[in-house]
């Protein structure tokens, strides 16, 4: 499913750009978009929580950007890395490889499980708001993030695991397998699916780490949010 929308839709709240930069819409009225990566073909790829994996990329008219739906998955939560083409997702359960081809924008064949059994739970963050003279409101993010990232030399597949509710003691143990970082090599194919408690861990402790990233000045280190 392939859908259209011009430029110059305006922002649902202000956004301001700092000096020398512009800000635009690039397509509007997502299912909860959650990761992201840039490939080639000028290609924006998003993961949209109850939806599935969709790609962002120019008219040929140039005077918009037209959206398709590359993947239908409800489950993928936010976890998205994309290497040469090699598409990688995550759900609340497993972690997933596809052949993807670049040019088309498409994913060739059937995925393949990386890592399975992340810790189960990842239960509802709530806020309880109350307004003067009005009943009271709930707000919950879900706290299953999953993010991936590839390491440096693309040998290793870094994932995150969240905590099983707000406040997780279980957290503390390393052995629990939730809140933290595991490692993963990407080097023998013949040893997946692996379970997640096997990867190598990280780091432990880490609440529910949302993003990665590597910077080219300290390839050696990662940091997280």
Excluded: W
Excluded at 52 to 81: C, D, E, H, K
Excluded at 132 to 156: M, V, Y
């Amino acid at each position: 499913q392939t859908t259209f929308q011009p430029y110059g839709i305006p922002f649902a709240s202000p956004v301001l750009a700092t000096t020398g930069l512009t800000a635009q819409v690039l397509f509007s009225n997502l299912t909860t978009p959650r990761g992201i990566a840039l490939i080639g073909n000028d290609t924006v790829l998003v993961a949209e929580r109850g939806l599935g994996l969709t790609a962002f990329y120019p008219a040929p008219n140039g005077t918009g950007t037209l959206r398709t739906v590359v993947l239908s998955n409800p489950n993928f939560t936010q976890g998205i890395q994309v290497h040469e083409n090699h598409l990688y997702l995550s759900t609340a359960q497993e972690a997933l490889v596809y052949s993807f081809d670049v040019e088309r924008r498409a994913v060739v064949g059937s995925g393949k499980v990386l890592v399975m059994g992340f810790p189960q739970g990842g239960g509802k963050l709530c806020y309880f708001i109350f307004f003067p003279q009005s009943s009271q409101h709930i707000h919950s993010t879900e706290l299953t993030t999953h993010a991936l990232q590839l390491s440096p030399e693309n040998t290793h597949l870094l994932i995150a695991s969240g905590p099983g509710s707000n406040i997780d003691p279980s957290a503390r143990d390393p052995s629990s397998g939730r809140s933290q970082v595991r490692s993963f090599s990407l080097q023998n194919d013949a040893a997946f699916p692996i379970s997640f408690l096997d990867g190598t861990l990280v780091s432990y402790g880490i609440r529910n780490p949302a993003g990665f990233a590597f910077s080219p000045l300290y390839p050696n280190k990662l940091f997280v949010v």
